[in-house]
């Protein structure tokens, strides 16, 4: 076990992507774990491989975010141990379509905004009164450069990362008179991750957007989070903005092959 004592990361959607590299990366450096996300099948896997592999504790806990009562009555049921929650990874989140807006679909919106803003909010609300009460805690969100510039077509997936970064900014002002560190990733184009599947409903042609460049891959990111979890606790890194080397912006990409 390389840390000192048994801290306690969650990660929202651990399942798959940005949120599973990071629990891989916790895991491998001796934190206990609470992962969540809808996929109890994957969550036991994780489960099982983390506690054989690293001999570290392991609890998942299987929920919608949206679904705030569901939400509440899983947290809560924690026991007392497992509510000393030292990080909170706000990662579950999803953009779904790419229309513009006149063309939006509200059922994407609302998806968007339920999973992004309103998730966020309700895991934010039920973990940080512990932290508060501790004088001691990291909240670390998942932005995006979404949540940064505006893409055409990103529009409402842009603004629930706009709402992220402003919620990030809220949360800091409010919590660091306790001790509470807040902070937020906010990646360009990730690869090794559902986000693009998910956007256009499972269409495998449509999702294949990373072949003539090389993104950043979940690892990547699961790294960044790592340092900025990491820092002495008098060093907050409030937010990292960061894109494969052949990423300029939302929009300006080098799709001249991969390098
Ligand atoms: P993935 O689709 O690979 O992972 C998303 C995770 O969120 C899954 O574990 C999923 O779990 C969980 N999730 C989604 N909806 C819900 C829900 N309603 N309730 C509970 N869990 C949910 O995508 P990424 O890893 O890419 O996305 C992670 C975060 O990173 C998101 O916030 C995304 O916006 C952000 N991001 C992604 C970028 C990218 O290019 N990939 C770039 C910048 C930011 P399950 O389905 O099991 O519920
Ligand atoms: C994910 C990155 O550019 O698809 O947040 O919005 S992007």
């Known amino acids: 076990m390389k840390v000192p004592y048994s801290k306690i990361v969650l990660i929202t959607g ?12 916790f895991a491998e450096q001796g934190y206990n774990l609470i992962l969540t996300g809808r996929r109890l099948s994957i969550l036991e896997e994780l489960k099982n491989k983390y506690t054989r592999k690293f001999k570290i504790k392991v609890k998942i806990l299987s929920f919608d975010v949206r679904d705030a ?81 505006v893409y055409p077509n990103g529009n409402v997936y842009c603004a629930t990362k706009y709402a992220v970064a402003a919620l990030t900014k809220g949360m ?56 900025v979890a990491t820092q002495p606790k008098h060093v907050n890194i409030q937010d990292v903005l960061m894109m494969g080397s052949q990423q300029a912006s939302s929009t300006q990409i080098d799709r001249s092959g991969r390098k």
């Open 14 to 25: 651990a399942t798959s992507g940005i949120g599973k590299a990071t629990s891989a990366r």
């Open 69 to 149: 009562a569901m939400t509440k009555k899983v947290i809560n049921s924690l026991d007392s141990n497992w509510r000393k929650i030292d990080i909170l990874l706000n990662n579950a989140g999803l953009a779904k379509g790419f229309d513009p807006i006149h063309k939006g679909k509200l059922t994407d919106w609302e998806t968007m905004i339920d999973t992004n803003v309103k998730g966020l909010l309700y895991m934010t609300r039920l973990i940080s009164p512990g932290m508060v009460k501790r004088r001691s805690g990291h909240i670390i969100n998942i932005c995006s450069t979404a949540g940064h510039e």
């Open 172 to 227: 800091r002002l409010d919590l660091t008179q306790y001790g509470i560190k807040v902070s937020q990733i906010s990646p360009g184009a990730v690869e090794e991750t559902e986000f693009a599947l998910n956007r256009f409903d499972g269409d495998v042609e449509k999702a294949k957007i990373y072949e003539d460049y090389n993104p950043l891959t979940s690892s990547d990111v699961a790294r960044t989070i790592y340092f």
